[in-house]
């Protein structure tokens, strides 16, 4: 039976890659891309039964050096009752790996780039109709401009070349879905800065710290000037108990954006776990008149009652209440 | 042995509940996810219930037939969104590595491109 499967995988294949386009030639690839790129190293791990998602998965995390094989990530992506993988839970388990899940712009030139920057992508393709969607994962490793051609490495293939057309339409209709594994710390070619701290947050939000910690650090310094990146170190200073590092994290992303609602909101919360309850009384009603009307104005609210009901005096060391960056920078820890 | 069983699974089922969420979230502090999320889409979001969402997706994966020593680091390993993207959705999002059924389009179609004639394949076999 499985053999068989197999067999009618490759005969799908050779089906499948067979039919190259004849249509006008498009220009899909960068100007600034190299002629050809083929990413020889990444490994190859031939897909069994309905499998494709642990195998692919495989294929990007071994590429980044995790030492990892499908038969050990099917308990973590493969849903027996769908006889495939959800996109979500490949990205869940690139967390639990200790990679950054990045998901790529869906633009056609975006993927391209990557693989210049020798990286493989995996994406996402719609082979099949209606009753028969074929949603199949497959992961991309060189392209060459002149054939018009991609490469895959794909269910039982290693090498599957596939006309830069057939397979553009494909990931088109899987929803122009692609990621990559990244190293924490480590940025795409193309790096946006709000799906790169996302990925970070998603890493902070499971508890990988560390890596969370790494990420937004690079982040910090690609886009110097954004508060988010250093809203996300500030969190994870706080998730670690660190408040007088948190605090003053707080402060960095708010000499950046003073408007940001969740690290004005967070620098007060940690002023009054600071025993700061004069200086946090300031910061949250700053938060409040930006939070309102907004998503985080319940969040807001909780914290301004906490600090109303506070009524210890302030700590010795607190910081004067100005809301200067660079005031609070001689910490205020109490005894 | 029945009890031994019953016994090993209300430890199991106090184990997996104490392990449900994350301890990352802590009071106080809005998470950089939250903090991303409240710039990227509007205050609906927050009225869906991450908690009920979990225990859904964590129900689904179970009855869609994953190990139950697997579900709550699966789940574990979910953002909250994406936790509630999966609710109740599980049935229907795509589900990468159909290839039989792609196998089967392509039989399909040959079939069908024999019927109306563009083909000859299928008469060489008796």
């Known amino acids: 039976m499985k053999l068989a499967a197999h067999a009618a995988c490759a005969i799908g294949w050779l089906w499948l890659a067979g039919c190259t386009a004849s249509g006008p030639r498009q220009e899909a690839f960068g100007e600034t891309d190299p002629a050809q790129v083929e990413l020889e190293a990444t490994p190859f791990f031939p897909q069994s039964e309905y499998q494709c998602g642990p195998a692919a998965l495989a294929t990007v995390l071994a590429a980044g050096a995790v030492d990892v094989t499908p038969d050990e990530l099917v308990p973590e992506v493969y849903l027996p009752a769908r006889r495939g993988s959800l996109q979500v839970e490949l990205v869940a388990a690139t967390r639990a790996r200790g990679r950054l899940p990045y998901l790529l712009a869906p633009l056609d030139d975006v993927l391209f780039d990557e693989l210049a920057a020798g990286r493989p992508v995996l994406v996402l393709q719609k082979l099949g109709a209606g009753p028969w969607p074929g949603w199949h994962y497959a992961v991309l490793v060189g392209y060459d401009r002149e054939r018009q051609s991609v490469l895959l490495r794909s269910g039982t293939t290693r090498r599957l070349e596939m006309s830069v057309r057939r397979f553009l339409w494909s990931w088109q209709r899987g929803g122009r879905w692609a990621m990559l594994a990244l190293e924490p710390g480590e940025l795409p070619a193309g790096a946006e800065m709000d799906r790169y701290v996302d990925a970070a947050a998603g890493l902070e939000a499971v508890g990988k710290l560390d890596e969370a910690t790494r990420a937004y650090r690079s982040a910090s310094l690609r886009w110097p000037d954004a508060a988010l990146p250093w809203l996300g170190l500030a969190n994870v200073a706080y998730a670690r108990d660190d408040l007088t590092a948190a605090q003053s994290l707080y402060e960095e992303a708010l000499a950046r954006d003073p408007a940001d609602v969740a690290a004005r909101n967070n620098h007060a919360e940690v002023l009054l776990q600071l025993g700061c309850r004069s200086a946090a009384a300031l910061e949250i009603a700053v938060a409040q008149g930006h939070a309102r009307g907004g998503a985080l104005e319940a969040a807001v609210t909780e914290t301004a009652a906490r600090i109303a009901e506070a009524t210890a005096p302030d700590a010795a060391a607190c910081p004067t209440p100005a809301r200067d960056a660079n005031v609070v920078d001689g910490g205020a820890r109490p005894e | ?126």
């Open chain 2, 1 to 126: 042995m029945i009890f031994f069983r019953r016994f090993i699974a209300s430890i199991l089922c106090v184990t997996v509940l104490n392990l449900s969420s994350p301890l990352v979230a802590q009071a106080g502090v809005i998470g950089t996810l939250q903090a991303v999320e409240s710039q990227h889409r509007t205050a609906d979001l927050a009225t869906v219930n991450s908690a009920l969402a979990r225990d859904q997706v964590r129900a689904q994966l179970g009855a869609m037939g994953v190990d139950a020593t697997h579900v709550d680091s699966r789940v574990a390993a979910m953002t909250d969104a994406e936790l509630r993207s999966l609710a109740g959705e599980i049935e229907n999002l795509p589900a990468g590595a159909d290839a039989l059924a792609v196998i089967g389009i392509v039989f399909l179609v040959l079939l069908i491109l024999e019927a109306v004639g563009v083909l000859d394949i299928f008469k060489s076999f008796p």
